[in-house]
């Protein structure tokens, strides 16, 4: 138990310094305003800070209730420690389906990452909110955590010859041994293009999300600008709707092809 404590306060150390690094230059998207933005305005330098500030808030939100729950946990739960249960056993469950017994070993890292994405997606969905899901820099600082890992998960369980024969596509014969040369290169690029593909699917997809849910906004208020309304027709609500579902199946995925990356680097016959 104190070794699964103590992966969980390195994944969530791990999470919160990989993320805190990211700006929302360059990579950042605000459809709608948010609290941040209007009290430091939306072109002002502390806009600069908004997607820290949101990440920072999530794991604060991490911290009390982890803090909450530890110190007032009971035999019999109470609702909170109950409900944080549930979805801390669902999402093992899911887990070990996949790794096997290697679950308790990585339910922690990639547990923690799957409900860190999906409060950063739900962010946006809140009025005043904004999704750091939005920023290329933050989806890519998260990518990149989940390769590093991978490959110390590979280093770590295969050794060192053994990670190099599984980039080399474990040539055991001679037609593997002449193709070495050409699926080693293969076997590089692919490795370096998962977290592109992870960072790009996540960024891109809630950032569609919060533009199909402002531009419905914006026809509400347009609807009734005759009228000199104040507020427009909540044309919106379906796709908040929406918002929540996309949110929760991209953490999902997200969480779901991290997990098979590690799988990768088990040993085979530790991970089937």
Known sequence: MRQIRLAQIAAFILLLVTSTFATSEGGGF????????????HDGPLHHFIDIVYCLATSVLFSILAIKVYNRRQMIPGKLQNFLEILVEGLYNFIES????????????LGTLFFYILINNLWGIIPGGHS?????????????????????????????VGYVDHLAGQPRNLIGWL??????????????????????RLFSNITSEDVLV??????????LSFMHSPVGLPLNVPFILLGLM???????????????????????????
Request: net charge neutral; hydrophobic share 55%; no cysteine.
């Open 30 to 41: 605000q459809p709608l305003p948010s609290v941040w933005a209007m009290l430091f305005g």
């Open 98 to 109: 996949i790794l096997g017994s290697d679950a308790k070993k990585y339910t922690p890292f």
């Open 132 to 160: 750091p899901s939005t920023n290329i820099n933050v989806t890519a600082s998260l990518a990149i955590m989940v390769f590093l890992y991978s490959q110390y998960t590979g280093i770590t369980r295969l050794g060192i």
């Open 179 to 200: 193709l070495l040369p050409l699926l080693l290169p293969i076997h590089i690029i692919g490795e370096i293009a998962k977290p592109f593909s992870l960072a790009v």
């Open 214 to 223: 402002a531009a419905f906004v914006g026809l509400g208020l347009m609807v």
């Open 246 to 272: 996309v949110s929760t199946i991209q953490a999902l995925v997200f969480t779901l092809l991290s997990t098979i990356y590690i799988l990768l680097m088990l040993p085979h016959e530790e991970g089937h």
